[in-house]
């Protein structure tokens, strides 16, 4: 392995937004529109940061996967449940680093005494995703079609569960 996974810092916003451009610009996976600039991106670790992980994989100097956890919804009944987001450079697709980024997130918010469950929510069909998400142990749950119009096209968007812990 030629890399290695760490907390992300404020000089990764400009390889996170390189990445994540790519994504918003070119596939419906995100139903962001218009991609954040590299403040946008320093703003939201900072946020992040103070309550959930945000980690990047690191390789040749460089991030080439980011992942993160954020509030499920706003309300204070859903704060155990996290959702995660996961974005790899689309150069480097098909080759581990989804899911060693997510599996070492997975592994935090076990060990965070607060987190229960973990959501994640995958435009569909996005395959590779869905395989990865349910070869990680997380269980389709739900299915919303027609959520989400990008590119001219109605999307549907599935969730997948994720249990942290066992419920008390």
């Avoid at 959501?119 to 590779?128: F, G, M």
């Avoid at 990680?136 to 549907?156: D, P, R």
């Amino acid at each position: 392995m030629d890399y290695f996974i760490r907390p992300a810092r404020m000089e990764d916003a400009k390889d996170i937004s390189e990445i994540y451009r790519y994504y918003v610009e070119n596939t419906a996976i995100t139903f962001d529109t218009v991609a954040p600039t590299e403040n946008n991106i320093r703003e939201r670790i900072i946020e992040i940061q103070s309550s959930y992980p945000y980690l990047v994989i690191e390789e040749a100097g460089r991030v080439t996967a980011f992942a993160y956890a954020h509030a499920y919804k706003q309300k204070a009944a859903y704060d155990p449940t996290v959702e995660l987001t996961v974005y790899t450079d689309h150069t480097f697709l098909g080759k581990g680093r989804g899911r060693a980024i997510i599996s070492a997130l997975l592994d935090e918010l076990k060990n965070d005494p607060r987190r229960y469950t973990a959501i994640a929510d995958i435009t569909s069909p996005n395959e590779r995703s869905e395989k990865m998400f349910l070869s990680l142990g997380f269980q389709k749950v739900s299915e919303f079609k027609f959520v989400g119009y990008k590119f001219g096209q109605w999307q549907t968007v599935c969730d997948y569960i994720y249990p942290l812990k066992p419920y008390e």
